[in-house]
């Protein structure tokens, strides 16, 4: 800035303006009167408890809603236990018709395999015949 107000006479140089209003003085801390103290206790107490009373009221209310849940899941594991009985009572009984039928699903396997047997004698049978049926044919033209 003195380079720059070098080339301006000294009386219209600007100086920088003095505001002792916006200065800030330091004062004595005075304490509140005793009243006052006693009733921004009061006060403080009074927030402080509504403050700590909505805490332990809100976890209250967290832990109801745990005791809820479990008691909920605990009777839906109830139910998925009393269904899983039921399938594996159900599976038994299943298993014990099977065992009663094995006997006849062996049978079955027995004769589906002499089908089989026979379905092959015919066919050995069919072919020897028209074998027969040919050597006769051909005896016949003679």
């Excluded at 505001?19 to 402080?48: G, H, N, Q, W, Y």
Aim: proline share 3%; net charge negative; glycine share 2%.
């Amino acid at each position: 800035m003195a380079a720059a107000a070098e080339g301006v006479p000294e009386s219209h140089r600007e100086e920088p303006v003095r505001d002792d209003a916006a200065v800030e003085t330091a004062e004595e801390a005075k304490e509140p009167a005793e009243a006052d103290i006693s009733e921004l206790c009061r006060d403080m107490f009074s927030k402080m408890a509504t403050y700590l009373t909505g805490e332990l009221t809100a976890t209250s209310e967290d832990y109801k809603l745990l005791e809820n849940m479990n008691k909920l899941t605990s009777l839906k594991y109830l139910e998925m236990k009393d269904i899983a009985v039921n399938i594996s009572r159900n599976l038994k009984d299943l298993n014990q018709k099977y065992a009663g039928l094995q006997p006849y699903l062996d049978q079955i396997n027995v004769i589906e395999e002499q089908v089989a047997a026979l379905e092959q004698a015919a066919y050995k049978l069919d072919a020897y015949s028209k074998k027969l049926e040919a050597k006769y044919k051909k005896l016949e033209k003679r």
